[in-house]
């Protein structure tokens, strides 16, 4: 990535968002263009692009007339098309650089608790899309932990999700910082914007409180000087009142790490050369003050439960909802 005059040589733009005119009509040109280096989804995007998008109307009906198909198999049809057609496009940049050009799918949210599902469809996802520029995307739960770790050392890219704590951040980073001979590569994904969204809006200052927590995870991933395992800003779309469309992004700008974020939060980045407002600190700096904080009713670790759970269950929720309305 270039043209910001803020950013580090290994700092990349990802885009969060995948839908299937989007990827026929743009995403290749803003690849050639720089806009970005890699992509994202997730249970809520594919529900959103699926159930409001006409792209997918002649295909939901054609899958629909076939014997034996369920709203599971007509929705991972329909994903692992799009999946495949991101891979394709983002393929030549991963072909020059293995830390570029990467895309993500997640596994079946209503599996985030059974290990042995949760990796048997891991790789039949992986294998079902047939592009080595694959990552497959894992909720950072307690049996999640043993898939990502599973999976990675078998050379499947992993994207640690829903990572809202230092502890969670620390154990992704020690289960995936394995000695297996495997030139796989993972992003941990740290979730930001959602923090601020917990508080009272501020009168006369800007929110920080989503920044140095997520300041405070990366140290925990680069603390253990793993180049194959970075930090990804996730949730980084600013959507209080008042704050530039690019805020998450400009102050978190940081060595050997990624930011994905919604396309007109990255062209809205690369527009205009920004300062950051929000000095770079340590995790223990940043941890130190975040104590000055007024969290209201809470203190950080059971902000940071609350944001997991609620993460979980809304990534539940899409999918359900994204099931009912296949069924039908």
């Given amino acids: 990535m270039q043209n910001n005059s803020n950013m580090t040589q290994d700092f990349s733009l990802w885009c969060d968002f995948i839908e299937r005119r989007f990827l026929e009509q743009d995403f290749g040109a803003l690849i050639d263009a720089a806009r ?15 159930t409001n998008s006409s792209a997918y109307t002649e295909d939901i009906a054609r899958l629909r007339t076939k014997p034996n198909i369920t709203p599971k198999v007509l929705y991972e049809t329909l994903a692992i098309e799009d999946i495949k057609q991101a891979a394709k496009l983002l393929h030549k940049l991963y072909v020059a650089n293995k830390d570029y050009g990467l895309i993500s799918i997640e596994i079946d949210p209503f599996l985030s608790d059974d290990i042995e599902a949760s990796i048997a469809e891991g790789r039949r996802l992986y294998e079902s899309i047939g592009y080595e520029n694959v990552m497959i995307k894992v909720p950072a739960t307690k049996a999640g932990y043993e898939v990502m770790g599973t999976l990675f050392r078998e050379g499947i890219h992993i994207n640690a999700t829903l990572v809202f704590s230092q502890q969670q951040a620390r154990e992704c ?18 979730f930001v914007s959602r923090f601020d969204g917990l508080l ?28 194959r395992i970075r930090t990804l800003f996730a949730s980084t779309g600013a959507k209080l009142k008042g704050l530039p469309k690019d805020y998450y992004i400009t102050n978190l700008v940081a060595s050997h790490s990624v930011n994905t974020a919604p396309l007109e939060t990255i062209l809205a980045f690369l527009q205009e050369p920004k300062e950051r407002t929000i000095e770079w600190l340590s995790g223990k700096e940043a941890l130190r003050a975040i104590h000055h904080i007024d969290l209201g009713n809470y203190t950080l670790e059971s902000m940071q439960h ?23």
Avoid at 36 to 50: D, E, L, M, R, W
Avoid at 204 to 220: F, R, T
């Fill in 200 to 227: 009272p809006p501020l009168k006369d200052s800007k929110p920080q409180l989503g920044i140095l927590n997520a300041m405070a995870c990366y140290d925990e991933i680069e603390s253990l000087q793993n180049p």
């Fill in 36 to 50: 970005f280096v890699g992509a994202t989804s997730n249970p809520s995007i594919f529900a959103n692009a699926i």
């Fill in 173 to 190: 980073a020690q289960i995936l910082d394995c000695n297996a001979k495997t030139d796989a590569r993972a992003v941990i994904s740290v």
């Fill in 306 to 328: 609350k944001l997991f759970s609620d993460g979980v269950a809304a990534f539940k929720e899409a999918f359900g909802n994204l099931l009912a309305s296949l069924s039908s």
